[in-house]
């Protein structure tokens, strides 16, 4: 795990990638299909999302498997093809990052509120550990659990992950709060650093959520926090609905202005989450090298 990171991260924060969901979009992604089932039906065109972002200079990418969980698949008559929609999912990232870039699986949320008994502890410990697993199998070098909201769903996912010997991310989404420095579930960042932490992350942060202003304080409560990596990915400001989709208003420009204060404070690893795209990766690499 050490050797990964200390190659990631000998010469300044690593550059992830941006967005997947809208770069599917523009390649004919409908409102309300299944992301993940493009990986059986349409991997080529997933495999352009992931090449392009190795292109521009993510030295980290993540997988076409934020929802490739049974919860999620399931509503889309794929519940029983977690295994096989995950394995591809790493698969075709690693096909587009050949020797050029680390591919991290993505976890994102079930869907389901514990808070609310939608869903049994354990219920999500068995279909995290049937993703992560999955993840693992197609050749992962690292799983992220990402876009959290409820600390006891991620740590149960974190949890997961750690079964699968590989190294781990987890990150929340802070939107909530006077600052937008909690989660929905009211959580902070000193909170979620101990829940992710126990867990066994060895890499914490945030996704989602907000603009990248804002994340620049949510570095700093995390440093102030822990002393492992920082992951930072940051939307592309708030999404403004246009003929039924989200569009983004933040300039790759716009982004990278704050690119200098997230490395002053110590974030490890930074990239793009909602409305980012591939200019947004070659904004930051072009900069990663300068400094």
Same mark, same amino acid.
Not at 24 to 45: D, S, T, V, Y
Not at 224 to 248: C, F, H, Q, S
């Given at each position: 795990?050490?050797?990964?990171?200390? &190659?990631?991260?000998?010469?300044?924060?690593?550059?992830?990638?941006?967005?997947?969901?809208?770069?599917?979009? +523009?390649?004919?992604?409908?409102?309300?299909?299944?992301?993940?089932?493009?990986?059986?039906?349409?991997?080529?065109?997933?495999?352009?999302?992931?090449?392009?972002?190795?292109?521009?200079?993510?030295?980290?990418?993540?997988?076409?498997?934020?929802?490739?969980?049974?919860?999620?698949?399931?509503?889309?008559?794929? +519940?029983?093809?977690? *295994?096989? @929609?995950?394995?591809?999912?790493?698969?075709?990232?690693?096909?587009?990052?050949?020797?050029?870039?680390?591919?991290?699986?993505? @976890?994102?949320?079930?869907?389901?509120?514990?808070?609310?008994?939608?869903?049994?502890? /354990?219920?999500?410990?068995?279909?995290?550990? &049937?993703?992560? *697993?999955?993840?693992?199998?197609?050749? +992962?070098?690292?799983?992220?659990?990402?876009?959290?909201? /409820?600390?006891?769903?991620?740590?149960?996912?974190?949890?997961?992950?750690?079964?699968?010997?590989?190294?781990?991310?987890? $990150?929340?989404?802070?939107?909530?709060?006077?600052?937008? /420095?909690?989660?929905?579930?009211?959580?902070? %960042?000193?909170?979620?650093?101990?829940?992710?932490?126990?867990?066994?992350? /060895?890499? %914490?942060?945030?996704?989602?959520?907000?603009?990248?202003?804002?994340?620049?304080?949510? $570095? *700093?409560?995390?440093?102030?926090?822990?002393?492992?990596?920082?992951?930072?990915?940051?939307?592309?400001?708030?999404?403004?609905?246009?003929? +039924?989709?989200?569009?983004?208003?933040?300039?790759?420009?716009?982004?990278?202005?704050?690119?200098?204060?997230?490395? &002053?404070?110590?974030?490890?690893?930074?990239?793009? $989450? $909602?409305?980012?795209?591939?200019?947004?990766?070659?904004?930051?690499?072009?900069?990663?090298?300068?400094?």
């Amino acid at each position: 795990m050490k050797a990964l990171f200390d &190659e990631l991260l000998r010469r300044g924060p690593a550059v992830t990638d941006g967005a997947w969901g809208t770069q599917l979009q +523009g390649l004919g992604l409908g409102l309300g299909e299944c992301p993940e089932i493009w990986n059986l039906k349409h991997p080529a065109r997933v495999e352009v999302v992931a090449r392009e972002y190795v292109e521009a200079g993510s030295r980290v990418i993540l997988t076409n498997s934020f929802g490739g969980n049974r919860f999620i698949l399931g509503r889309h008559g794929h +519940g029983d093809d977690v *295994r096989e @929609i995950n394995r591809r999912a790493v698969e075709i990232s690693r096909t587009a990052a050949g020797a050029r870039a680390f591919v991290f699986g993505s @976890i994102g949320p079930s869907g389901k509120l514990l808070m609310s008994g939608e869903v049994t502890e /354990d219920a999500l410990r068995e279909a995290y550990e &049937e993703q992560a *697993r999955a993840l693992a199998e197609g050749g +992962g070098h690292a799983l992220v659990v990402e876009t959290m909201s /409820d600390p006891v769903e991620a740590a149960t996912a974190v949890r997961a992950a750690t079964l699968t010997g590989l190294p781990v991310v987890g $990150c929340m989404v802070f939107d909530s709060g006077k600052g937008n /420095d909690r989660t929905m579930m009211g959580t902070t %960042v000193a909170q979620a650093v101990a829940a992710l932490t126990e867990a066994g992350a /060895d890499v %914490v942060g945030a996704n989602c959520g907000q603009g990248i202003a804002g994340f620049v304080e949510l $570095c *700093r409560q995390f440093r102030a926090a822990t002393d492992l990596p920082v992951w930072i990915k940051a939307n592309a400001g708030l999404p403004e609905m246009v003929d +039924g989709r989200a569009e983004y208003r933040t300039t790759p420009e716009e982004f990278l202005s704050h690119a200098p204060a997230l490395r &002053e404070i110590g974030a490890d690893f930074i990239g793009g $989450c $909602c409305g980012t795209t591939p200019d947004f990766v070659r904004a930051l690499r072009n900069w990663a090298d300068e400094v």
